[in-house]
C-alpha cells in the first residue's frame, strides 16, 4: 500500500523559510515523476514543483520558481521542498503526489496526472 506522508509544516513570518519532508512507502512501481501541490482555501489545487525521479529534472510554477527547491533523499526515499522568502500568498496546505507513469511537459503540474497522495501539511504565512 502506497505511503505518502508530509511534515515540516508551521508558521512563518512574511521572508522566512520552511523545509517540507515527503516520507513515501510501498510503491508497486517506482513512480516517474513526484510533485508538490499546494491548495488554499477557497482555491483549486496548484501544482508548484515537480521532479523526474530518473534524471532529477524539476520544473516550477511561475509563483514559486526562483524562491522553492525540490529534492529527493534516494536513500531514505524522501521527497523535500526548501521554500525560502515565504509570502503570505504561498499560505495553503501543501500536498505531495507521485505519478507512475511517464508525463508529458504540459501535464507535469496537473493534479490529474498523479496518482498518488499524501494527507498534506498546512503551510501559514503571516506578516
Known amino acids: 500500500q502506497v505511503q505518502l506522508v508530509e511534515s515540516g509544516g508551521g508558521s512563518v513570518q512574511v521572508g522566512g523559510s520552511l523545509t517540507l519532508s515527503c516520507a513515501a512507502s510501498g510503491y508497486p512501481y517506482k513512480p516517474n515523476y513526484m510533485a508538490w501541490f499546494r491548495q488554499a482555501p477557497g482555491k483549486e489545487r496548484e501544482g508548484i514543483a515537480t521532479?523526474?525521479?530518473?534524471?532529477?529534472?524539476?520544473y516550477y510554477a511561475g509563483s514559486v520558481n526562483g524562491r522553492f527547491t525540490i529534492s529527493r533523499d534516494k536513500l531514505v526515499n524522501t521527497l523535500l521542498l526548501q521554500m525560502n522568502s515565504l509570502k503570505v500568498e504561498d499560505t495553503a496546505m501543501y500536498y505531495c503526489?507521485?505519478?507512475?507513469?511517464?508525463?508529458?511537459?504540459?501535464?507535469?503540474?496537473?493534479?490529474?496526472?498523479?496518482?498518488?497522495w499524501g494527507q498534506g501539511t498546512q503551510v501559514t504565512v503571516s506578516s
Open positions: 503526489a507521485a505519478a507512475i507513469y511517464p508525463l508529458a511537459a504540459v501535464r507535469l503540474l496537473r493534479s490529474e496526472a498523479y496518482k498518488y
Open positions: 521532479i523526474a525521479t530518473g534524471d532529477s529534472t524539476t
